[in-house]
T-cell receptor
Framework: AQTVTQSQPEMSVQEAETVTLSCTYD???????LFWYKQPPSRQMILVIR??????QNATENRFSVNFQKAAKSFSLKISDSQLGDAAMYFC???????????FGTGTRLKVLA | ETGVTQSPTHLIKTRGQQVTLRCSSQ?????VSWYQQALGQGPQFIFQ???????GRGNFPPRFSGLQFPNYSSELNVNALELDDSALYLC??????????????FGEGSWLTVV
């Protein structure tokens, strides 16, 4: 069975600084995907970044990047130049390739301080 | 905006009642999945519909059922509501039964409170 663990219930970062959110996962699958989703107060889950497990290169999307350590089953999210609009719940998720069944962690609440 | 819309936004039901939640998927998307997100938790997969047939289910009892219509919109029905059913219900849509990149697009959810 797949599991996703986010050990940081809450994080704070100063505006314009960098913050890293942690995620570990466990899966017996060889082909899977990892995701970070952002959930602002509007409740809509917004895809931040996606990583294919077979790709060694870490995914990046503008100010967002991941540190994917496959052997350690670690998938952390780095947010650079943090902005007030980045404040939200962040969820790490995994899914086996070819399915839509996502396994989510419990989330990390990110606060951005002005 | 993902183009996935859900209704109603909020509703309150009494224990034992039945509820129907609705989802209109993004244009062209033929797969819909439903998730339950309890307060302070991550979403949990309920089930998935592809071309009007259920083709994947999570660990939820049979009183959670669904439908997908020819226009790919979907309903989630919950019978015999229990207090623990109080949660945010999220709908997500995507294209294809075997998704490229496994990416799904979420709506804003329906808040259900059972009293």
């Amino acid at each position: 069975a797949q599991t996703v663990t986010q050990s940081q219930p809450e994080m704070s970062v100063q505006e314009a600084e960098t913050v890293t959110l942690s995620c570990t996962y466990d899966t017996s699958e060889s082909d899977y995907y990892l995701f970070w989703y952002k959930q602002p107060p509007s409740r809509q889950m917004i895809l931040v970044i996606r990583q294919e497990a077979y790709k060694q290169q870490n995914a990046t999307e503008n100010r967002f990047s991941v540190n994917f350590q496959k052997a350690a089953k670690s998938f952390s999210l780095k947010i650079s130049d943090s902005q007030l609009g980045d404040a939200a719940m962040y969820f790490c998720a995994s899914s086996r390739a070819g399915t839509y069944k996502y396994i989510f962690g419990t989330g990390t609440r990110l606060k951005v301080l002005a | 905006e993902t183009g996935v819309t859900q209704s109603p936004t909020h509703l309150i039901k009494t224990r034992g009642q039945q509820v129907t939640l609705r989802c209109s998927s993004q244009s062209g998307h033929n797969t819909v999945s439903w998730y339950q997100q309890a307060l302070g938790q991550g979403p949990q997969f309920i089930f998935q519909y592809y071309r009007e047939e259920e083709n994947g289910r999570g660990n939820f009892p049979p009183r959670f059922s669904g439908l997908q219509f020819p226009n790919y919109s979907s309903e989630l029905n919950v019978n015999a509501l229990e207090l623990d059913d109080s949660a945010l219900y999220l709908c997500a849509s995507s294209l294809g039964a075997l998704p490229p990149g496994n990416t799904i697009y979420f709506g804003e959810g329906s808040w259900l409170t059972v009293v």
